[in-house]
Every structure is written in C-alpha cells, then in structure tokens.
C-alpha cells in the first residue's frame, strides 16, 4: 500500500464508529505501523503490552499456539503513539481484563480470534467499500518495510523491528515505489548533462 492508502485504510476502520471496530484498527495498525506478522498479532496476550512497546514471545497461526517463528522474531516490537492510544481504548473496553487473556479473544476466551475470521468478516468488508480489498496481513507487513524505507529509516531498525535480518527486509519485504525509482533514475541523469 501506499501512504495514501494506509491513510485510507485507518480511516475506514475508524475507532470511534462501534466497539468492533476498535480491534480492527488495531490489528491493522500493528501490521502497518508495528510491522507485525500476523501470527504475530493474535498471539499477543493484554500483558504483554506495555507503555511503549509489545512484547512478542508467541504467536498463534490457524489456531495452534506455538513459539515465535525464528529467533529474531522473540523481541519487543516498538509502538507509535497514536498505536499506543488506539491499544489503550481497546485495552479499556475488551471484556477480558486479566494479563493472560488474549488481546483479541474469540467467542471462547480461551483462544483469540482467528486471523481469517477476522480478515474475512471484518477488515476486509471494510477496505473493500474504499477500494483496497486486495490488502491482506502480508500487504500489512510489506508496507510497514516499504514506507519506512522511503522515510530513509536504517534498515537495522526495520529489521529488529520486524524480527528478521536486513538482508530478509531487503531483498524480500521492501518494494521501491516507481516514483522512486524514477527520482533516481533523474538524479543520474543529471549527472551527464552540463
């Protein structure tokens, strides 16, 4: 997604519209702007967010609970203010209050809510009615790596933040956009001419 995409994607899921869609946001939050897998992101249990950051030490991939997928992926993902603010009205308004319960509980306390089920139901519906139903989890993560990229960020902090290697956010997360590409391609240009 571009910037103006991502823009139009949270302000589709707007927080304050009904309690459902608070998790929405968040969810697409913690894939934009935290980077997160989406395993990821329904593994996250209320205490183990904190005041600045989430701490990732499991995940939850098609209902079976398990340790993050590599080594790198065991760390504590930063969060964005505004983020910060959208988890804190969450926090205050989801049913389970207890630091082992599921950010994003199910029906069934006991396990979160499942990744497509949520896609399905309730993002996706969403994007759609603005043109952006092909986003899924993955757009989610990729744009994170690609707009941080164009903002210059190290790509060392993109890589921590993600929990994989530079070489991994390099050369299979981040897509330069054409425009870009075009301003560099213009840059070299210019060299030639007197």
Same mark, same amino acid.
């Given at each position: 997604m =571009?910037?103006?995409?991502? *823009?139009?994607?949270?302000?589709?899921?707007?927080?304050?519209?009904?309690?459902?869609?608070?998790?929405?946001?968040?969810?697409?939050?913690?894939?934009?702007?935290?980077?997160?897998?989406?395993?990821?992101?329904?593994g996250l249990?209320?205490g183990?967010?904190?005041?600045d950051?989430?701490d990732?030490?499991?995940?939850?991939?098609?209902?079976?609970?398990?340790?993050?997928?590599?080594?790198?992926?065991?760390r504590?993902?930063?969060l964005?203010?505004?983020?910060?603010?959208?988890? *804190?009205?969450?926090?205050?308004?989801s049913?389970?209050?207890?630091?082992?319960?599921w950010?994003?509980?199910?029906?069934?306390?006991?396990?979160?809510?499942g990744?497509?089920?949520?896609m399905a139901?309730?993002?996706?519906?969403r994007? *759609?009615?603005v043109?952006?139903?092909?986003?899924?989890?993955?757009?989610?993560?990729? =744009?994170?790596?690609?707009l941080?990229?164009e903002?210059?960020?190290?790509?060392?902090l993109?890589?921590?933040?993600q929990?994989?290697?530079?070489?991994?956010?390099?050369?299979?997360?981040?897509?330069?956009?054409?425009?870009?590409r075009?301003?560099a391609?213009e840059?070299?240009?210019?060299?030639?001419?007197?």
């Open positions: =571009t910037l103006d995409q991502a *823009k139009l994607a949270f302000s589709v899921l707007d927080l304050r519209e009904r309690v459902i869609v608070k998790w929405e946001r968040v969810i697409v939050k913690l894939g934009v702007l935290g980077g997160m897998r989406c395993s990821e992101i329904f249990r209320r183990r967010i904190h005041e950051s989430a990732i030490v499991e995940r939850v991939s098609r209902r079976d609970i398990d340790t993050p997928k590599t080594e790198k992926s065991v504590a993902v930063a964005a203010s505004g983020l910060r603010q959208d988890l *804190k009205a969450w926090l205050s308004a049913p389970n209050t207890s630091p082992d319960g950010l994003f509980p199910s029906e069934n306390p006991a396990m979160p809510i990744a497509d089920n949520m139901r309730y993002i996706r519906p994007l *759609k009615t043109g952006l139903g092909w986003v899924d989890y993955r757009v989610m993560r990729r =744009t994170h790596s690609c941080m990229n903002l210059d960020i190290d790509p060392k993109i890589a921590d933040q929990g994989h290697t530079v070489d991994v956010n390099l050369n299979v997360y981040t897509r330069t956009s054409v425009e870009s075009i301003e391609v840059s070299l240009e210019s060299r030639f001419v007197n």
